[in-house]
DNA sequence: CTGAAAGCGCTTACAG
DNA sequence: CTGAAAGCGCTTACAG
């Protein structure tokens, strides 16, 4: 319990009989310095367990050692109703807060930034925005006072902005509804909602060019983007007026509405109605029947997005934009077993 | 995007025609400065958008005006099957993040640490540790560096360590097991698992005074503390193999694999089985049927928990440990509605 | 290869 | 009520 006082560089430098300067070269990499030195001085920090001060060695450097990341969450979480994305979420911070520790960064968890001076209490080299929506003012916050930053999605409106990684969600539109015209699938809609997400927008866009090279009409319907329950409900209804055989709804928070309003009216999954969503949860996997869904890997997605914000906080070129490959996971939801329609 | 030079205390002393001791002054509320003088150097600070720079406050100082927190999870939080407990432990990082904020802390998330020198490697004013085990490692090592330290649940062989906060476990599980007693049950079993949290020894401790005093045989069963869905089930059908008509099950992980057991044996929920959960989750909220849990309120358990780290940081007496009281939400799992029993 | 010295931007006795 | 000066623990030209 009782707190030693902790090493100074000028107690390493007493104990391996050289000055700080050396110290300081040593434990930089820095300048030339003698083998025989080099092992002492090493030897010395070593064993008093030496740690630079991080606030002596920012106020020189310049540097926090310390990256932000903003979620698209604040405290009052347990009322959005996308709380089915938390795993999304966690995953994707505990994963940043890894790389950041690899790279000796340490990872400060910005609260939602009211404004400018919210940001300036935080001494950060660079910060990670993620989900942008379009022209996001957080990031703009970020450019507004010089600090690097990074977002995980894109701002679909900042288009000249390379510095983002994301999951290839036009990529796994694509896949989606090929599986689902391979699973026999005629009439295949997209449900999902009108918010900036990129995620959102390139599944939208990439769902009408599919259906344009088919010639098919796309039946698209948008819930609004308040993620209530109600709205979900409604537009789970909408959808299913028109009749489809399958259904791609990429922000999955709207499934569970799906498959109720499905059931409701008689309609089997998968027998009469193929079902994907767009990002897979736990819930995706327990569910009645289980949904297929894409895997977003938001673990790849996180390290990413770390290694891009040191390559900008070091000055580097834009490296251009990331893209993290997604994985199918098929599940009974979108599997036409013969003679399974239509089960009692 | 031109990052104009951050202005430092002596620009806010030029504007203010007064030295830098003066703003400090102001700006720290320290010393006794004329009114007008206050007034100007405020003026002067917030025209130029003025912020301290942490790191020469805090090299000064030798205050980090930064917290860390240490979650219970990793960034392989995926494969864990507890998963179902992202929504809490993301409420709570979020509400620590805001109640660190409202404390002008800045909140760090610490990686899993491996040992005193990955912890070493940050520079906080004192951390909390969510979900210790007994006798903790990562509690341990605050204490050997002299870092004041909080937990989030309590260490249950510490018992002489007062800095804790935590839901309160005993109280809850009077509440279940007198509800389930009032909704008619008779042989109320103990679903649990043999984890060393404070939640879980005290709820088995409660439940087995709770049928003491009952003249009750306690029908206690737990599951292998690994997570995996098989031992859930395990579990689940030995507790079934008692014919009990309620189970409290405190860790909600267990709960998906005793509806499914029940199911396949036939046993409705709530006709035959009363069920209740020990953490609320959407999972409960949208379960079929829907299931009676706990409300742990992990947003006063961060902030409780905020409060008592910075009163340990300022050297404040032990102003003891803080139980958070719950709320049950009763939903249908637990409802015995007459007739209602074997449904087809 | 090594070290003395300056200075990063603050806060805090201390003197006036 | 106000300010000059010292010093927190580092890093980095610079000199030797």
Not at 155 to 181: E, F, K, N, Y
Not at 301 to 323: F, K, M, N, Y
Request: aromatic share 4%.
């Amino acid at each position: 319990m009782a707190s030693q006082p902790r090493p100074r560089i000028r107690d390493v430098a007493e104990v391996a009989g050289v000055s700080a300067t050396t110290v300081s070269h040593v434990l930089n990499g820095k300048g030339r310095v003698d083998a025989a030195t080099r092992a002492r001085v090493t030897a010395a920090a070593e064993r008093l367990g030496y740690r630079p001060n991080s606030n002596a060695k920012g106020l020189r450097s310049g540097r926090a050692d310390t990256i932000g990341l903003l979620l698209p969450v604040g405290a009052d979480l347990e009322q959005a109703h996308h709380v089915l994305a938390v795993e999304f979420y966690l995953t994707l911070a505990m994963n940043t807060v890894e790389a950041a520790f690899e790279h000796d960064q340490a990872l400060l968890q910005l609260p939602p930034l009211r404004g400018l001076d919210d940001l300036r209490r935080f001494s950060v080299d660079g910060g990670i925005v993620v989900d942008p929506l379009p022209l996001d003012t957080r990031v703009a916050m970020f450019n507004e006072l010089g600090v690097p930053v990074v977002t995980i999605g894109r701002d679909i409106l900042r288009t000249q902005d390379p510095w983002w990684v994301a999951a290839d969600s036009a990529g796994s539109t694509g896949m989606v509804l090929d599986h689902l015209a391979e699973a026999g699938a005629r009439r295949i809609a997209m449900l999902s909602v009108d918010i900036g997400w990129s995620w959102f927008a390139d599944a939208q866009q990439t769902y009408r060019e599919w259906a344009g090279r088919r010639g098919i009409e796309p039946i698209l319907v948008l819930a609004r983007p308040d993620k209530l329950e109600s709205s979900a409900v409604a537009a789970a209804a909408e959808v299913l007026d028109h009749r489809p055989d399958a259904v791609y709804v990429p922000p999955q928070w709207l499934a569970s509405g799906l498959l109720r309003v499905a059931r409701e009216r008689g309609v089997d999954v998968p027998g009469d109605l193929l079902v994907s969503v767009g990002v897979d949860s736990h819930l995706a996997r327990t569910s009645e029947p289980p949904l297929t869904a894409v895997d977003l890997d938001p673990a790849s997605t996180a390290r990413q997005a770390v290694d891009l914000l040191i390559h900008r906080i070091e000055g580097g070129e834009p490296a251009g934009p990331r893209l993290i490959p997604t994985t199918l996971h098929s599940r009974a939801s979108s599997l036409r077993t013969p003679g399974a329609a239509h089960r009692p």
